[in-house]
């Protein structure tokens, strides 16, 4: 069973930035295909982006040009660096893998999920 593991939430003001990271337990980690989710209170889990074992990717339209994932395989971690935050940032953010390499959209598509990580961004 792989376990995802997500930090570098927090608090941040409008305009700021955060890095998350998601580590993986799986033992062929640089196959996997990586994604993170964002939920906001009320609100249907969303894509956000995603990363291929090859480091393609691929953004959500609303965090294009102001988000950026990335891999380092080395250490099993997937990150997230968000920048220019605004308050409609703010959410519960989901690491995700599928053993299947490649770029996911879908929820349904991804096998393995983290338990989520806060991030709120002040106005």
């Known amino acids: 069973q792989v376990q995802l593991v997500e930090s570098g939430g927090g608090l941040v003001q409008a305009g700021g930035s955060l890095r998350l990271s998601c580590v993986s337990s799986g033992r062929t980690f640089s196959y996997y295909g990586m994604g993170w989710f964002r939920q906001a209170p009320g609100k249907e889990r969303e894509f956000v982006a995603a990363i291929s074992s090859i480091s393609t990717t691929d953004y959500a339209d609303s965090v294009k040009g102001r988000f950026t994932i990335s891999r380092d395989n080395a250490k099993n971690t997937v990150y997230l660096q968000m920048n220019s935050l605004k308050p409609e940032d703010t959410a519960v953010y989901y690491c995700?893998?599928?053993?299947?390499?490649?770029?996911?959209?879908?929820?349904?598509?991804?096998?393995?999920w983290g338990q989520g990580t806060q991030v709120t961004v002040s106005s």
């Open positions: 995700a893998g599928s053993t299947v390499s490649g770029i996911f959209h879908r929820r349904s598509q991804y096998e393995y």
